[in-house]
């Protein structure tokens, strides 16, 4: 049976594209990565997508006008790398999800959704919000997408305590380690759900 195709959507580092990519050499993860696409052509994920021989591609919010004009060029430049499955890995731009891909966009989002998510939620400004609230846990959600920011239904959640003298990059760490496993955790669930229909 062939492997699901799928594109990576990223802005920043892309720790989570090498995991992926990792994974799904080891065999650990039906998917072959067909395609990263960047929202900033500094990423630094552009540069791992070179290293691991996937092709990417930048496509700019600030040379389209508004979401509608940018999602319209990300999906014209994802369905002509002919992916089937779309994860946004530290994407940082709404994307707005066609009725044809409903349930085929997964999202990772460094919280217990619903809590600190939605619009300005991202990285850093999440753990910090978790510790100025005092909270005692925190974690990452795998979730699909919608058109609307962290809404979409729950595939995965992983928890984290927070611990005493935690701060947004000792939690964040520790948020990460349980972001490499619910991440592929999700799209095997996905991709099992998908042939089991």
């Known amino acids: 049976m062939s492997r699901t195709r799928l594109a990576v959507l990223v802005s920043g580092g892309g720790r989570s594209l090498e995991n992926l990519a990792e994974r799904s050499a ?6 072959e990565l067909v395609l990263v696409l960047s929202s ?5 994920a552009l540069e791992r997508a070179r290293r691991l021989g996937i092709p990417s591609v930048t496509v700019d919010p600030r040379e389209h006008a508004g979401p509608s004009e940018f999602s319209a060029a990300a999906w014209r430049t994802i369905e002509s790398s002919g992916a089937e499955l779309v994860v946004l890995a ?12 409903r349930g085929r966009v997964i999202n990772i989002h460094p ?12 990285g850093d400004r ?27 239904d729950v595939l995965v959640q992983r928890r984290v ?25 999700a799209i ?8 089991a229909h």
């Open 26 to 31: 080891a065999g650990e993860l039906d998917v």
């Open 40 to 44: 900033s052509p500094t990423a630094f």
């Open 90 to 101: 530290g994407f940082l731009r709404l994307l707005l999800v066609p009725e044809a891909w």
């Open 111 to 122: 919280s217990l959704l619903p809590r600190y998510g939605g619009k300005g939620f991202y």
């Open 126 to 152: 999440v753990h910090r919000a978790v510790l100025a609230a005092g909270e005692r846990e925190s974690g990452c959600t795998v979730h699909y997408v919608t058109n609307e920011y962290d809404k979409g």
């Open 161 to 185: 305590p927070v611990l005493p003298g935690d701060d947004e990059h000792t939690l964040g760490a520790r948020v990460f380690e349980e972001e490499r496993i619910a991440l592929p955790e």
């Open 188 to 195: 095997s669930l996905h991709l099992r759900s998908r042939s």
